[in-house]
């Protein structure tokens, strides 16, 4: 059973946990410059390298992170017949908190998920088929 004061010792411990990661974390890095600097590289798959619409897309991904962020990047660039996509992975200082994002070209959600998931098929028969050609 729990007393007032062990309560109280709980809550302060995890207010200063909270406290010491949103110092050490940036509040809000800037994706395009990691990007230019080629901190990031994303695998192309049907795709040409296009450095302006991949910084567009990866500032674009920085409104849809969550607090305590850490690191967005895109890790896969799919071109399809309906346009091209991006995958955006996010890693947070929170172990669940991270996960990934499908954009459009236009820097907008994907938010169907059954569109989202063909997108993911597409990729993961796109790495299949270039790793059985190398």
Do not use: H
Request: with cysteine; aromatic share 8%.
């Amino acid at each position: 059973m729990m007393t007032g004061k062990n309560s109280f010792r709980i809550c302060a411990v995890i207010t200063l946990f909270v406290i010491l990661l949103a110092a050490i974390a940036p509040a809000y890095a800037d994706p395009v410059s990691a990007y230019a600097a080629g901190v990031t590289s994303p695998k192309l798959l049907n795709s040409t390298p296009n450095p302006a619409l991949d910084a567009a897309a990866l500032e674009a991904a920085g409104q849809y992170g969550v607090p305590f962020d850490r690191d967005v990047q895109i890790s896969r660039i799919i071109t399809t017949e309906d346009g091209r996509y991006y995958i955006v992975e996010y890693k947070n200082y929170l172990p669940l908190a991270g996960g990934i994002e499908v954009l459009a070209e236009n820097g907008t959600k994907v938010a169907n998920s059954s569109q989202a998931k063909s997108i993911l098929k597409a990729v993961a028969w796109t790495e299949s088929i270039q790793s059985l050609e190398n």
